[in-house]
DNA sequence: GCGATGGTAGAGACAGGTCTGTATCATTGT
DNA sequence: ACAATGATACAGACCTGTCTCTACCATCGC
């Protein structure tokens, strides 16, 4: 019965610290053409045999680095969550103070995978709204990613000194959700101003500068 | 199976004041059936073969109502929209002026088809996110819902005396999408406490209360 | 050096299922 | 009898996943 896990522990252990050769593992090169087109055209657009063509790979290496394309889909989901959360760690976060700016900059940094030509919003809610039955592994995936943002943006509420941390946090979430979503159905583009404006608005409300 | 639907029978005993009302009950149950699976389920999770099941309707009557399963979608889509747009025109306006009780109102009834049990987001963004083909005729008329969402929007936002109204319009927009948005993929509920206080603080902000 | 071996990968056929859409027959109400 | 509808079979396309066959390349035994 040949290799459960394949590429990672074959390859690290015959590998034998050879030179990284001509072309990119099969693997990596399924789980960028699937990414591509996942996030482009939809997961439930996009069949194996779409993925297969663009990739330049066999189908049984394919199925053989990928039980099936549920597991393709939690993988090119899993990338961008991993992505996403070192994009967010390694930001240069301008010294969460009491500064209508820390949250202000995170919202404006919220906005990943930013191609503006092809701009298809959140991964995540994407897929998401593909996927409806709550048992499926990438939705959960999916929720998990909100889960963590709300994580992030609670702490740097907090950081920035709300009355409310977590009224901020939701407020600011949503308005990180219709960016999202209004860089794709709508034709402002993610980067609109009204997102910049609207989060320095809550925070200075959520920070006693508008009201208190 | 005839005696599952009442409704075959009503046809001939309610007159209805109405022209061709007796034409309809094969055309409007298929329609129901579609409306609740599609945005339960998503459109492209749902086959024709579910729809003729559920509606206890046969397949050729379907097709001799709706051409194609893209005409049905966008019938469902066209039903919600003029749905929504009677619904916003009806909706009990509380005297748009220099209030912004006035636009915080509307943001909060900014939100149809709530069933709380089984709320799913917008129906339209929805469709956009699962049919990404730009000459989907579904797809366009997810757009077309868009903007007669902003239209309004812009109109509120002028009516409640915003000192700059497409900002506050979009940052409306922004905060609508993102409820929506939110309360499909995050486990805050539609009718978060958050929308209400963020489109307060919007339309402070935007009217001169909270800077000027 | 040289062939054998074993792991990886490409190409393509194939099976079984689902989907849309069409055609045909049966039923029912009037 | 007639028209509308239900029931069903079917065609063709597509999708997922399996299978076989072949090629390549690195290592291992000799």
Known sequence: MPGLDPAATDRSVL???EAEG????ARDRILDTAAELFYREGIRAVGIDTIIAHSGVAKMSLYRNFASKEELVCAYLERNLVQH???????DRPSPRRSAGADEGAVHRARPLDRPSEFQGCPFTTAAAELRDPANPARMLALAHKRMVRDRLHALAVAAGADEPDRLCAQLQLL???AY???RALDLGPGNEAVASAAAALIDAACGKGRA
């Open 15 to 17: 590998g034998m610290g």
């Open 22 to 25: 001509a072309r990119k593992p």
């Open 85 to 91: 959360a070192a994009w967010w760690d390694r930001g």
């Open 176 to 178: 990180m959700e219709g």
């Open 181 to 183: 979503a209004s860089g």
